[in-house]
T-cell receptor
Framework: EDKVVQSPLSLVVHEGDTVTLNCSYE??????LLWYKQEKKAPTFLFML????IEKKSGRLSSILDKKELFSILNITATQTGDSAIYLC????????????FGTGTRLKVLA | DTEVTQTPKHLVMGMTNKKSLKCEQH?????MYWYKQKAKKPPELMFV???????INESVPSRFSPECPNSSLLNLHLHALQPEDSALYLC???????????FGEGSWLTVV
C-alpha cells in the first residue's frame, strides 16, 4: 500500500530558530513530491521536487529530495510567527493515471 | 496568477437538502479535482476530471455528485448528506493531470 509519512507531527519553536521537516514515502511509480503550506484555509504550493539532490529554494525555505532513501526535507531558517502552519507533503504517483497521496502534515508553531 | 475560486465559502445544510458547491478557474487548466479535508487530517481525493471527463472517482458515496459543465467550471452536487460529511471541501486544478495542483480556498460545509 502506498504511504507518505511526515515527522514530526507537531513542532513548537521560537522565532529565529531553524526547523527541518521530514517526509518519507513508500510508493510504486513515484513521479514527484510536493510541499504545501496550509494555514486556516487551503494549502498553498511551496515546492515540487522530481530529481534527487537538487535543492529548491524560496527565501528562507528550501527543500531537497533523496530518491534513493525515499525522503524529502523542508528547511525553514530564521523562523517567523507567520511560518506557523501545517506543512503538507504530497507524493504524486502514476498508475494508469496520476494521483497525489498526502502525508498527515507537520503542525508548526513559531512563538514570538 | 494561480487562482481557483470556490463558492460558497461556508454552507450549512440539513440532511434532506440539496445544495451545490462551485469551483471556477480561468488558467486554462484541463484537470480539476475535489478533495475533502476533515479537521487535523490531510486532504482526501474524491474526484478528478480531465478534459471535462471524470477520470478518477475514489469510491465516493453517490450522495456526492460531481459535474464538469465546461473546462473552467466544476460543481459538486450534494444531496441527503450525513453529519459526518461536514468538512472542508477543496477544489484544485492543474494544467493537466501530472502537473502541480493549485487549491482554491475551500468551502466549509456543515451538515445538521
Amino acid at each position: 500500500e502506498d504511504k507518505v509519512v511526515q515527522s514530526p507531527l507537531s513542532l513548537v519553536v521560537h522565532e529565529g530558530d531553524t526547523v527541518t521537516l521530514n517526509c518519507s514515502y513508500e510508493v510504486t511509480n513515484f513521479r514527484s513530491l510536493l510541499w504545501y503550506k496550509q494555514e486556516k484555509k487551503a494549502p498553498t504550493f511551496l515546492f515540487m521536487l522530481t530529481s534527487s539532490g537538487i535543492e529548491k529554494k524560496s527565501g528562507r525555505l528550501s527543500s531537497i529530495l533523496d530518491k534513493k532513501e525515499l525522503f524529502s526535507i523542508l528547511n525553514i531558517t530564521a523562523t517567523q510567527t507567520g511560518d506557523s502552519a501545517i506543512y503538507l507533503c504530497a507524493v504524486e504517483i502514476t498508475s494508469g493515471t496520476y494521483k497525489y497521496i498526502f502525508g498527515t502534515g507537520t503542525r508548526l508553531k513559531v512563538l514570538a | 496568477d494561480t487562482e481557483v475560486t470556490q463558492t460558497p465559502k461556508h454552507l450549512v445544510m440539513g440532511m434532506t437538502n440539496k445544495k451545490s458547491l462551485k469551483c471556477e478557474q480561468h488558467m486554462g487548466h484541463r484537470a480539476m479535482y475535489w478533495y475533502k479535508q476533515k479537521a487535523k487530517k490531510p486532504p482526501e481525493l474524491m474526484f478528478v476530471y480531465s478534459y471535462e471527463k471524470l477520470s478518477i472517482n475514489e469510491s465516493v458515496p453517490s450522495r456526492f455528485s460531481p459535474e464538469c459543465p465546461n473546462s473552467s467550471l466544476l460543481n459538486l452536487h450534494l444531496h441527503a448528506l450525513q453529519p459526518e460529511d461536514s468538512a472542508l471541501y477543496l477544489c484544485a486544478s492543474s494544467q493537466t493531470q501530472g502537473n502541480t495542483i493549485y487549491f482554491g480556498e475551500g468551502s466549509w460545509l456543515t451538515v445538521v
